[in-house]
């Protein structure tokens, strides 16, 4: 089951509020708005006090659920058994107890240490239980604190003002607004709304949208699904707006009521790990086969030469049991699911701190197979931050001048002079102007403040806005008209609306004023100058409404296109008188007849930092493309601008797109670098149609209809600050910065992630196919006994060759990881080369130890006179196995560079992890209590030179490797 608070982003804690006053108890739906309001002690325009806010959070404590359900600590524990791995070493522990048990029986195990083998693979298998425990939880725990960091702001009216404050800091009686986009982050009883429509799926199961209404009163047995004056935290604003006063939070909130149903959610396996999964079953698979066939064949083998005695089977039977055991030990790559976590880990990390959230673990390996990032324009390709340029109405054009939010600054005659320092004008004498600046603040939900020490009244002060920045432009650009939006907005009070949307690309309001004693209606629209015009049948000229000709509407609409090609942001002003008082939700329909005010040119500059991320996009044979809702013209001088697209480029608009097939479409898509005036649908048929080119996409999206596309994008990629909290929910990734050079930033960190992954695992597995060919030739040779002992092998897969590996897990990026073209996502970890090099070298590591072993056994039986163990050739082959691995990790730091031209100190961990991993080595040969558990003995310094010499060979080979790869290729 979904844990529903997870999934929306509601803080989980394991404190319950203490809620006993009789507000829980209500039945908020039956009570009328003002009867609420009272009994909650809030205000509807003035929200609660700050101190009331205190007081309350202290009685009722945070917004958060308590988390309840989930996977008791043990129950954990214990699933890390569930790896066919672990339950083969298990048995392997097994076996080699009743092994030595026999011998102990029979008066054989004389100077040996009893269960030692079972006693330590056990230790391996528990301790890899713990580590794998404290992996998850921690895993969970640091996935929660990063969602965290996306965590849900609202908006709410307290002390008079509105101000955003964090989802968890809400109280009963806050006044809290909703739109579109918004998770409900409370449940409350609407006061106001307009065309309020929720999506209330996470409560009740229905997927369709419910309409909302505050002035009705219901009964008291209406179903959940029903009160349609409430609204409920977890469920998911898709239009319009509110203003809802909070009655339940926390526990007491409806999602609170079944949060004790839920449980957590599992963390998803990445590809990686699935695979990994994969190949522990073949590995576990074959090494069974493998031990058949050696136990059989042996079995068969000796039965022949002996004529089937039974004493000699049995005896028979033990040693090749012992080899058996060291094989199915070798051959389990024990140290690779830790290493593979903790890289994935790393990989986030990393990836935080350049600003990009993972929230999807499979994403940190994925994302370095992108082909194609399809990203929006306004704000991740360019800086949001808008700056109203020009005013046109169908007369005049107007610049204006001025910085940034701030409210002061100048309109001047364009005609006159493009010089910002030409005379400024009297707007008296352009009263269609100053309709078209009413328009700007009446028809806006923005809000302009100024957070300076300065007063107001000064030209500095830290002006910024909440809300859309478009619409913050437009309260700036009023505010240089001395237009004010709190003294328009308290003479023409708001009655009604139709609220903006992607797909409707334009905004209404409807306002009251007064004529004489008589009340007056007034629409304000605003929206995609294209849209707008449509619906107009007149223009303002002065103080007169004149018709449109033709002739207007082509000089118009060639004026939008001379403005958006000089890449501003262009948006169409009409109004129009009503006759009647309108309805309480109006429909489009009402949307027609009106009179033209004019355009809005907004500049909103591209983020400098993009064209490097776009060139390096190419470089890495990835295709960036521009999706927006903005105008084809604009769009495109800002496409031109950041190298995104070149002349003659093709741009396919959403009208152009609505009239293709999707598979006409699939013929376009890779011609096509921008696409303009979309609608979020749009965004889903061309994610399906690249996809279906074999393209591996990352989608952004921040609107609440993005969240399709976003699902099933490759890479859904949600804004962190403009983002609506339903996009982030769709999303494998947020970026905290809404900024496209942070996509390109974590394509890159994902190749490393990848790039490190592959690595070690030739690294491991090369030297896990090494130990078990030369455990296989040991018997083979005639060589009396086992090489290897279970022990010696857990120790080289866990700790020789497990802290390199870990060391080269933080390999830093190779020069070449962002010029080469990405990985198919859909090839096996294997392939280019992977699964032959850890074939190449895993034989080579063989052959070197083989050679080893062959004049160490001879060695040490010819010197044996001189009161030598014989068994000391086995220490010699484990000595070269691991020293061999030590050259091995330097080499395999990159595929290209000779080890002599890496810096040393770009990883000095792989180092340090040799030294220490080296040092461990020569203890366990030369310290004698770790000689008596390991089984290790002494060897002389000659020996060890020679085991020496014998392991550098190893780095020799891969070192010659790549300077034959290198002249292989010069000669191509
Ligand atoms: P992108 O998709 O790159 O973010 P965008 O911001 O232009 O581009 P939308 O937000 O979907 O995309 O806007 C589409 C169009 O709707 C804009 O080009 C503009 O003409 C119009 N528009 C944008 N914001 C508003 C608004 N607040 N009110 C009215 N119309 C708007």
Known sequence: MIDVCRRYHIPVTSKVPSISSSESAQAWHTLEIDKTLRVLGSDRDAGLTSQNVSERLQRYGPNELTETGGRSGWVIFLDQFKNIMLLMLIGVAIVSGVLDLL???????????????????????????????????????????????????????????????????????????????????????????????????????????????????????????????????????VFGRGKVVVTGTGMQTELGKIASLLQSVESEPTPLQQRMGQLGNVLVSGSLVLVALVVGGGLIHTGINTGWQPNQLFNTFVDLIEVSLSMAVAVVPEGLPAVITVTLALGTQRMVRRH???????????????????????????QNKMVVQKVATTEKTFGVTGEGYIPRGEFYLESQSEAASSPSIALDEYPELQMLLAACVLCNDAVLQCEAQNAPGQSGGNWTILGDPTEGALLSLAGKGGVQKQAMDAGLPRVAEIPFSSERKRMSVIVRGSQGNNPLYLMFTK???????????????????????????????????????????????????????????????????????????????????VREAVAKCRQAGIRPVMITGDHQLTARAIAYDLGIASQGD??????????????????????????????????????????????FVAMTGDGVNDAPALKQADIGIAMGITGTDVSKEASDMVLLDDNFATIVAATEEGRVVYTNIRRFIKYILGSNIGEVLTIAAAPLLGLGGVPLSPLQILWMNLVTDGVPALALAVEPAEPNVMKRPPFSPRESIFARGLGSYMLRIGIIFAILTIILMAWAYNHTHSVTGANLSPDRWKTMVFTTLCLAQMGHAIAIRSNTQLTI????????????????????????????????????????????????????????????????????KKRR
């Not at 994302?367 to 991740?380: A, Y």
């Not at 096509?672 to 994610?687: C, D, G, M, T």
Request: charged residues 20%; glycine residues 6%; proline residues 4%.
């Open 103 to 237: 011998k102990l029986q029979s008066g054989n195990a004389e100077g040996e240490v009893p269960f030692k083998d079972t006693i330590a693979i056990m230790a391996i298998v528990i301790l890899n239980g713990v580590l794998g425990y404290l992996q998850e939880s921690r895993a969970e725990k640091a996935l929660a604190a990063l969602k965290r960091l996306s965590s849900p702001k609202v908006r709410v009216i307290r002390d008079g003002r509105i101000i955003e404050v964090n989802a968890k800091e809400l109280v009963p009686g806050d006044v809290m607004l909703l739109e579109a986009g918004v998770q409900v982050a409370a449940d409350g009883r609407l006061v106001e709304q307009a065309n309020l429509q929720i999506r209330e799926a996470a409560l009740t199961g229905e997927a369709e949208a419910v309409s909302k209404q505050a002035d009705v009163q219901l009964g008291e047995d209406i179903a959940l699904g029903d009160r349609t004056n409430m609204v409920f935290q977890g469920t998911e604003v």
């Open 901 to 968: 031209e890496i810096n040393p100190f770009t990883n000095i961990f792989v180092w340090a992890a040799v030294l220490v991993t080296t040092a461990l080595q020569l203890a366990l040969v030369y310290v004698p209590p770790l000689q008596a558990f390991f089984g290790t003995q002494a060897i002389s310094l000659l020996e060890l030179s020679i085991c020496l010499g014998f392991s550098a060979l190893m780095f020799v080979w891969i070192e010659m490797e790549k300077l034959f790869i290198r002249w292989y």
């Open 356 to 382: 990009a959230l993972i929230r999807k673990l499979p994403a940190v390996e994925t994302l370095g197979s992108v082909t194609t990032i399809c990203s929006d324009k306004t704000g991740t390709l360019t």
């Open 650 to 695: 093709r741009v396919l608009t959403g009208t152009e797109l609505q009239k293709l097939s999707q598979e006409d479409l699939k013929q376009e898509v890779d011609q096509v670098s921008i696409y303009a005036r979309v609608s979020p649908e749009h965004k889903l048929r061309i994610v399906q149609a690249l996809q279906s080119r074999g393209k």
């Open 527 to 609: 929206g995609s100058p294209e849209l707008i015009l449509e619906r107009c049948t007149t223009y303002q000229s002065g103080d007169r409404a004149v018709v449109l000709t033709p002739q207007h509407r082509s000089q118009i609409l060639e004026q939008n296109n001379y403005m958006a090609s000089q890449g501003l942001r262009v948006l169409g002003f009409a109004f129009k008188n009503l006759d009647a008082e309108p309805p309480k939700q109006p429909d489009e329909q009402i949307e027609h007849e009106l009179v033209w005010l004019g355009l809005v040119g907004m500049l909103d500059a591209p983020r400098p930092e």
